[in-house]
């Protein structure tokens, strides 16, 4: 078998026919090279307008590198064509293996795309004996025709969280649609004001945005304002992890403050290591962390008497009738107002200013939990932090919708990995 006829097998063109193959030497580096003639009686396509055009002239040879076969790299050659389009000029003729001025052929892009899912960009990069930057363009070329045939019909349902990113305070704002059996980031942003959210529902579109039934978000004002002007219909849901990431700071705080306050009158220092005892849910602990909580709950310590009030407050979720579970949040805040342990006041306060929001989770039957869209950032944040060289917004920008963005990949008449 030739392996012009797996090229025939694989990858067919209409217009274009698979002639010599050899091997050549290049770079101290053996190569395959495989000359792609037009069809007899086949006109060029004008790369401006993609119509039929005559032939103008004939440029030089290009090389345009095709998936990699046991080894040696392959490259198609092809000796590109110009055509006097009479709508737009003398123009480059358009090929279907590759784009504009790429090096890669379209297949090969899609190839690197695939891989680039499962490794670091410079891993695929150092596998296929590439460049990080021709990853890149390959991740590129793919998030772009994947953004450009998703289908965004049928979104009923979004979550809004921002990540950090790079050094120092830069945000960027994620949404996700969080609907049953669909999940996804449906987009990304610059910063995190009320700018960056209105230019979502710009891009969403007014009607879809009508749509919406369910909009998950934490406590952040700007956020909370545009989500009641641009979707005021649908029920708007504070995150559950939002809420019980601000207990775990404020516990944090309290601590903290108590254990440098102790070593300062010098009391023996029970705090010591206890951060995670207080932080993580009474279940979790390890046995070691048991004893040691154990032992801390003889003391009257503000850290102790804030922890069993972040631990009483679990039982909020419990509820099923929100109105049960509004009293209960009025008795708890009722309860924190009057402990004097400021950090958690001040939770309490916002849980108070916010309380229609919080209570929504209870008329959304739950059905929103803090899982989805926590699972989805944490997601996010590892594919920033993995960065691979990230240093710039679109090279974020692009990994993070090949990641989480569960695009539509370009038809292919051969699955090569
Ligand atoms: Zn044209």
């Known amino acids: 078998m030739q392996l012009k006829t797996i090229l025939n097998q694989c990858q067919k063109f209409k217009s274009f026919v698979y002639d010599q193959v050899r091997f050549v030497d290049w770079n101290g580096e053996r190569h395959i090279e495989v000359d792609v003639l037009p069809r007899r009686n086949s006109k060029a396509i004008c790369s401006c307008c993609e119509k ?24 198609l050659v092809y000796l590109m064509r110009r055509v006097d389009c009479t709508e737009c000029g003398v123009k480059v003729e358009q090929v279907p293996w590759a784009r504009g001025k790429q090096e890669l052929t379209s297949t090969y892009q899609q190839y690197l795309a695939h891989w680039a899912k499962k490794l670091s960009w410079k891993e695929v990069a150092v596998s296929f004996r590439t460049s990080w930057e021709k990853v890149f363009q390959a991740v590129e070329y793919i998030v ?35 609907d049953a059996g669909n999940t996804r980031l449906l987009w990304i942003g610059k910063e995190r004001t009320v700018k960056t959210l209105l230019r979502f ?34 029920l708007h849901i504070l995150d559950r992890f939002h809420i019980v990431a601000k207990l775990n700071k404020a516990i944090d705080e309290v601590r903290a403050g108590e254990h440098r306050q102790m070593q300062k009158d010098g009391y023996e220092p029970v705090l010591k290591n206890s951060r995670w005892c207080l932080l993580k849910r009474w279940e979790n602990l390890t ?17 102790v008497r804030a922890y069993l009030l972040k631990e009483d407050f679990n039982g909020f979720w419990d509820y099923v009738s929100p109105a049960w579970a509004e009293k209960f949040l009025d008795r708890w805040c009722t309860r924190v107002m009057r402990s004097k342990i400021e950090p958690m006041k001040k939770v309490a306060k916002t849980i108070r200013n916010h309380k229609p929001l919080i209570l929504n989770w209870f008329k959304a039957k739950k ?17 920033t932090r993995n960065s691979y060289g990230f240093r710039t917004y679109r090279g974020a ?16 008449t051969h699955r090569f990995c």
Request: proline share 5%; glycine share 6%; charged share 25%.
């Open 52 to 75: 039929p055009a005559p032939l103008y002239d004939r440029l030089n040879k290009r090389r345009f590198e095709f998936i990699p076969l046991w080894g040696y790299r392959v490259f």
């Open 367 to 383: 059905a929103f939990s803090s899982g989805v869209v926590e699972g989805l950032n944490n997601k996010a944040k590892v594919t």
């Open 397 to 412: 920008e692009v990994a993070l919708y090949h990641a989480l963005g569960n695009l539509p990949t370009p038809p292919m």
């Open 201 to 234: 529902f710009r891009f969403f579109g007014k009607e879809r945005s009508q749509h919406l039934k369910y909009v998950c978000s934490d406590m952040w004002r700007p956020y909370i304002k545009v989500i009641e002007k641009k979707a005021g219909q649908a």
């Open 287 to 303: 046995e070691k962390q048991e004893a040691k909580l154990q032992d801390l709950l003889q003391y009257n310590l503000r850290s």
């Open 144 to 178: 772009e025709w994947g953004l450009e045939h998703r289908d965004l019909s049928g979104v009923t349902a979004i979550g809004v969280d921002e990540i950090a990113w790079r050094k120092g305070h830069n945000y960027l704002t994620m949404v996700y649609q969080i």
